[in-house]
């Protein structure tokens, strides 16, 4: 070592340094080899996270970070989403007030009918910016009966537009619409399959609820016959106009009679048939099913 000059000591540091990285990193695949599958997918994810920088002549320095996206980040963020666009619909019973103001309705047949009615209420969901709401058609009552949703401290006067007494589904306007209303987008039929995951919302003593599962069953139908869709979901009770929705918060169909799940076909052809038309049928999204 005293016959070597300084240039020759570096030189001599940098090649032990050389080897020793040379050695260290066959000792270190040697391990990863050896070790438990939990470790070696641990090393992974730390690789992984590791920040790239990618340099090449004449382009700009960019930096690429890979980030594991997590099941449970994507249904928080579409459940928020998808909540917003969520209303409790009541019906407000005609009572003898309304008999009072129409001489002719005071029969008593009028009384003996709505003047013991009982406000009732389902979960709905906002179909449109324009204010067309979807629920149960359970809610409807008879003359003189009032409709208005309810969204968190907002109360908004609702307008029957019709009904489509087969599926048990009835359509709503919500009067004088804020513009930032949500509402929920919906996915085609086509973009539904067998096992994807669903999520279905709803009210239940002043909470909001969830349920989510996968797609059991699937007939996707053609032009002259209806889809069918089947979920692992079990209902707990009468879940009348609960929205079925993917992972994504993209609207696939609702709950009707029987907690029979409505495709979203039909409760387009509702919004279609409606005359005069109250506005367009929500968007379908252009996105793959996940």
């Given at each position: 070592m005293e016959e070597l000059n300084k240039t020759q000591i570096i030189l001599l540091a940098i090649f032990i340094t050389f080897v020793t990285s040379v050695a260290t990193g066959v000792v270190v695949v040697t391990l990863l080899d050896q070790a438990p599958q939990g470790i070696t997918q641990t090393v992974n994810r730390v690789v992984e996270r590791t920040v790239e920088k990618v340099v090449s002549p004449g382009q700009v320095e960019r930096t690429?970070?890979?980030?594991?996206?997590?099941?449970?980040?994507?249904?928080v963020s579409s459940v928020q989403t998808a909540k917003q666009a969520l209303v409790k619909v009541?019906?407000?019973?005609?009572?003898?007030?309304?008999?009072?103001?129409?001489?002719?309705?005071?029969?008593?047949?009028?009384?003996?009918?709505?003047?013991?009615?009982?406000?009732?209420?389902?979960?709905?969901?906002?179909?449109?910016?324009?204010?067309?709401?979807?629920?149960?058609?359970?809610?409807?009552?008879?003359?003189?009966?009032?409709?208005f949703a309810l969204s968190g401290d907002t109360k908004y006067n609702l307008k029957f537009i019709k009904s489509d007494d087969k599926a048990g589904i009835a359509l709503f306007s919500i009067e004088n619409p804020p513009k930032n209303l949500v509402s929920l987008n919906a996915l085609s039929i086509d973009q539904v399959s067998l096992g994807q995951t669903v999520m279905t919302l709803g009210f239940d003593s002043g909470m909001n609820t969830l349920a989510m599962g996968y797609i059991s069953g699937l007939k996707t139908g053609n032009a002259s016959t209806t889809p069918v869709i089947k979920t692992s979901i079990r209902p707990t009770e009468n879940w009348n106009g609960r929205p079925l929705i993917d992972i994504n918060g993209f609207l696939i169909g609702m709950y009707g009679g029987d907690n029979e799940i409505i495709p979203y076909i039909t409760i387009k052809n509702l919004i279609d048939s409606s005359s005069p038309k109250p506005a367009a049928a929500s968007p379908v999204s252009t996105k793959g099913a996940q």
């Open positions: 690429e970070v890979k980030q594991i996206v997590r099941e449970d980040d994507t249904v009541v019906r407000q019973g005609a009572t003898s007030d309304v008999g009072l103001s129409n001489p002719e309705l005071q029969t008593a047949s009028f009384y003996s009918t709505f003047a013991l009615s009982e406000d009732v209420s389902r979960v709905g969901f906002v179909v449109s910016g324009d204010g067309l709401v979807i629920s149960s058609n359970e809610l409807l009552g008879g003359l003189g009966s009032v409709y």
